[in-house]
């Protein structure tokens, strides 16, 4: 069987950060502390930078992101839309 792939929030992944930060941790010692791949570690400690909060091209990906499956959705509301207008005007003919 596969590995269940683990889902952490972004407060988790921000307290992680800080507190490598705190103890002078390396991302490896935590991986190893809690059982976590390096790679993760790595990764939220790019993404949560210095500050604590997630770096601006981060908020720009997910917003991105939202806004391509928000244009998804519009395109297929308006394809129903367009269908649905044939249908009713070829019956009045």
Wanted: proline content about 2%.
């Amino acid at each position: 069987m596969g590995d269940i792939r683990q889902h952490f929030d972004d407060e988790f992944k921000r307290r992680t950060v800080q507190h490598m930060q705190e103890t002078g941790k390396t991302p490896s010692e935590v991986s190893k502390e809690l059982d976590i791949p390096v790679r993760s570690i790595r990764a939220w400690k790019k993404q949560f930078a210095n500050t604590g909060e997630k770096s601006q091209l981060f908020v720009d990906y997910e917003r991105l992101k939202k806004l391509e499956q928000q244009n998804r959705e519009l395109q297929e509301e308006n394809e129903i839309l367009k269908k649905a207008m044939h249908f009713f005007t070829k019956n009045r003919d």
